[in-house]
């Protein structure tokens, strides 16, 4: 019978999938490890600068400038200004990123390219262009210091600079999340009796909370570090950031250090916080 | 009571439709794919929008284009629909599957309800998994029992089974039949497999190219189909003239050939097998008979070249223009 006259080749142990069989034993060493060596050259180059900070701080260099008077003010300014980004953010990005992924917007194309356009400005420019938006000689500006309020060296100016930069990073994500959301479940949350907004509150956004968490973080990370658009329409009050960039400039590198590092300190926990508990949240939805 | 009146525009052509189910009953809608069954569905669950129609449930109006104007939204419909994919939400557990459509915190009431119906589909022990844990048929189980617990006033269902091994498939038709019993609620299955809506339904209604063309029971739509197109759908594979009626022709079913003459039992034919294979625990075997290629499924195997006289049992017999004609009592029919 033709059936039992099929040889059955058995893969080489710890490889599987088609094909490799017909690789020589050798080659597959020599690429497995070539591949093995890049991972890590770009995984260390990617990490180099933290390492390089971790092993150029000293104990005395961290205690001196942190124990100089408001020498923690920038990041009471930072973290203060970052939540009311991220709120910003979840207020008008999410039913943005919401219609991006289900294409209820006319033109998505239009739209996207929007949210693209301020990923791909360079900050400085931004922060340039802001000027001419929200300036005190702008019709915005006019608005602003009507209700008393200037988008020019304030806390409402960091905060806007802050939007600009990490907006796209959330909404895209977010876009992302919900995308990957079924609509047919939506479709069975309404047939069930939701209303749309119950069926998002119960449906959509649970199933999208792990991508819209990391979403969230990643936006925060780069508000904690926006610099580009800040420098330029929020010199002051001064945020983490410039702290940083000041220091630098009138005491130099090393009293520099102390202020990068806690910026990382403040800015990463809640990234990586986020990353795992959107990995527990998929693994408990497997089972 | 359910009544649909509708016409659906789709891309190709327009389901045009007029239908009336009663409470506790179970109709089908079979037809080939793309014939627009789950287009029919869908206006009736408010997930399409009909160009022109009136749609009405338990006394109330979910659709009409007429004045006024009324289009529910599908969830003020109270219809609930299930698709091939179960549908389940993978972030909540089978319990709160379950209780979805319950809002407010489920009372002794609800769990009592809740305890009911588990027993009955025998989920009872998946309460607290996760629906990414479920078997195939455990997870459409499941999503039956939420549709019970949503107190539907209708009940759909597209295709549910389809991809499920025949035994499964089986053991939920018939579920799902004594539930809808049970729940006085009307019905509609779509499928495009016969023996699926026989299984299922008390009415068939035959639907192609968007237009219904014939609704009665399991067996009248197979045994007196009223024009050619619906015996073609249920299976008339061979179409043979019948002897002195000029231009009428009689439709064999497989199923409906037996070896032998009996003429007062249908239309004899003699005819030269030409080929034969095994169709499940029958020989299905094709014959040149009459000047046409027919197929039967006979218990025995026959050898090609074999002579046979052979009786299709009670024919439906049809018009040049489609139209079935002299159907009843064969001994001596067409009239």
Known sequence: MAASQ????????????????????????ANRSLALTGTGIIWIALLGPV????????????????????????LILSVESGAVTLGVLLLLGTPLAWALARGALPFPR???????????LPPL???????????????????????????????????????????????????????SVD???????ALLGDPPRRAFRRVSVPLAAPGLAVALTIAWARAMGAFGAVVIIAYHPTALPLQIWTTLQETGLPSALPFALVLLVVALPLPIAAYIWSARARGRRRG | MLEADVEVDRRDFSVRASLTVAQGERLALFGPSGA?????????AGLAAPRRGRIALAGRVLT?????????????????????DPGLFPHLSVRDNLLYARLRRAGRADLGELAEVTDVLGIAGLLAAMPARLSGGQAHRVALGRLLLAHCDALLFDEPYTGLDAGLRRTLTDLVVSL????????????????????????????????????????????????????????????????GFAKIVAGVHPDRVTSGRYPERGLVLEGTVTGGRPSGALWEITIHAAGATIVARLPEAAPAGLELALTVLDPPCFSPDGMAVGIGEWAGAPR
């Not at chain 2, 050619?228 to 179409?239: D, I, K, N, Q």
């Open chain 1, 110 to 120: 239009v739209w996207e390219a929007g949210v693209l356009a301020s990923m791909l």
């Open chain 2, 36 to 44: 627009g069954k789950t287009t029919l569905l869908e206006a009736i």
């Open chain 2, 180 to 243: 809808v019993a049970q729940r006085r609620v009307p019905s509609i299955l779509v499928a495009h497999e016969l023996a699926e809506t026989q299984a299922f339904a008390d009415r068939i209604a035959v639907l192609d190219q968007g237009q219904i063309l014939q609704i009665g029971t399991p067996s009248d739509v197979v045994l007196r189909p009223k024009v050619r197109r619906v015996a073609e759908l249920v299976g008339y594979t061979g179409f043979v003239p019948v002897p």
């Open chain 1, 125 to 179: 420019v931004i922060g340039l262009l802001l000027v001419f938006m929200v300036g005190p000689y702008t019709p915005i500006g006019h608005v602003l210091a009507d209700l008393h309020l200037s988008a020019t060296d304030t806390f409402l100016a960091l905060v806007i600079a802050q939007v600009y930069e990490s907006a796209p990073y959330y909404v895209l994500g977010a876009q992302a999340a919900f995308s």
């Open chain 1, 183 to 189: 609509p047919r479940l939506e479709e069975q949350a």
């Open chain 1, 51 to 74: 390492i390089a900070l971790v092993t150029h701080l000293s104990w005395h260099a961290i205690t001196s400038s942190l124990s100089a008077p408001g020498a923690f003010d920038p």
């Open chain 2, 64 to 84: 009409s284009t007429g004045k006024p104007q009324i289009a529910l939204p599908p969830w003020q419909r109270r219809v609930g629909l299930l698709r091939q």
């Open chain 1, 6 to 29: 099929v040889t059955v080749t058995s893969p080489a142990p710890g490889r599987g999938g088609p094909g490799g069989a017909a690789v020589p034993r050798g080659l597959r060493y």
